[in-house]
């Protein structure tokens, strides 16, 4: 059964960084590629960054320029290096496949961006 375990999150003022750390457990299968995901109170989840085993990178345009999305050396393992924090970013930070498998939703890591 695969795992999707998230972590990083925490409060952060506005202008601050965080990084974010995902690892997939449970297959021996590498996915072709995955993605942070986020969603903040009251709105739909939505795909902020996603990276392909061959290092295709997209962004949304909310967080181009400001967050980075790499590959781990271990598989299934991704990470989010957020910069530039601002109040629009606070949501619970989930990885996935993309696009994304129903069963791989885990828990997610909060990001409050807050003074």
């Known amino acids: 059964q695969v795992q999707m375990v998230e972590s990083g999150g925490g409060l952060v003022q506005p202008g601050g960084s965080l990084r974010l750390s995902c690892t997939a457990s449970?297959?021996?299968?590498?996915?072709?590629?995955m993605g942070w995901y986020r969603q903040a109170p009251g709105k739909e989840r939505e795909l902020v960054a996603s990276?392909?085993?061959?290092?295709?990178?997209n962004y949304a345009d909310s967080v181009k320029g400001r967050f980075t999305i790499s590959r781990g050396n271990a598989r299934n393992t991704i990470y989010l290096q957020m910069n530039s924090l601002n109040a629009e970013d606070t949501a619970v930070y989930y990885c996935n496949t993309v696009p994304s498998t129903r069963a791989y939703w885990g828990q997610g890591t909060q990001v409050t961006v807050s003074s």
């Open positions: 990276i392909t085993s061959r290092g295709v990178i």
């Open positions: 449970g297959t021996a299968i590498s996915f072709n590629a």
